[in-house]
T-cell receptor
């Protein structure tokens, strides 16, 4: 069966360090992979999209890599700040359709 | 969230009653989605729409129906609410297949 796995344990990190989150998937051939941020009581907010033929994407302090051989995406927050504390979700869009399927998310807590 | 509103924000209803949640967008996006979010399950797709009167089932569609008679409105109906449908419901929109989604603020539904 298709699975999208993110580390369910919270990631605690010191301010200024780089946070690295992992998204692994099985039995998918994704056309796109997306990352979202979700704050408590709010809807997810779109951050980045990376296509299957792209290896890396950057946006300000965020960097996403996509390895279709390993079936894995890494999400990096560099120079992390307490305001980066949130849950981060990865999501896949298959080649056949336009539906996003989400992983369970990883909570990040940046301590000052 | 800008351009997309969900109503009501909170609702408590009794088992066996029908419930309708509304999603309204001002972005004129073609695609609309209903997800539910539960601890331990993450976001799961209930139904989606790719145009007026064009809808399809998602991963967890049993017990739910949808209607889209206008581009801007996507209604989710719980035909006979059950306690297992207690959840946070999110509506999302997207302009294209595979593009980033914009989510509403969610509806917290409690079935007692």
């Amino acid at each position: 069966s298709q699975k999208i796995e993110q580390n369910s344990e919270a990631l605690n990190i010191q301010e200024g360090k780089t946070a690295t989150l992992t998204c692994n998937y099985t039995n998918y051939s994704p056309a796109y992979l997306q990352w979202y941020r979700q704050d408590p009581g709010r809807g997810p907010v779109f951050l980045l999209l990376i296509r299957e033929n792209e290896k890396e994407k950057r946006k300000e302090r965020l960097k996403v890599t996509f390895d279709t051989t390993l079936k894995q995406s890494l999400f990096h927050i560099t120079a992390s700040q307490p305001a980066d504390s949130a849950t981060y979700l990865c999501a896949l869009v298959g080649a056949a359709g336009n539906k996003l399927t989400f992983g369970g998310g990883t909570r990040v807590l940046v301590k000052p | 969230d800008a351009g997309i509103t969900q109503s009501p924000r909170h609702k408590v209803t009794e088992t066996g009653t029908p419930v309708t949640l509304r999603c309204h967008q001002t972005e004129n996006h073609r695609y609309m989605y209903w997800y539910r979010q539960d601890p331990g399950h993450g976001l799961r797709l209930i139904h989606y729409s790719y145009g007026v009167k064009d809808t399809d089932k998602g991963e967890v569609s049993d017990g739910y129906s949808v209607s889209r008679s206008k581009t801007e409105d996507f209604l989710l109906t719980l035909e006979s609410a059950t306690s297992s449908q207690t959840s946070v419901y999110f509506c999302a929109i997207s302009v294209s297949q595979g593009g980033g989604y914009t989510f509403g603020s969610g509806t917290r539904l409690t079935v007692v």
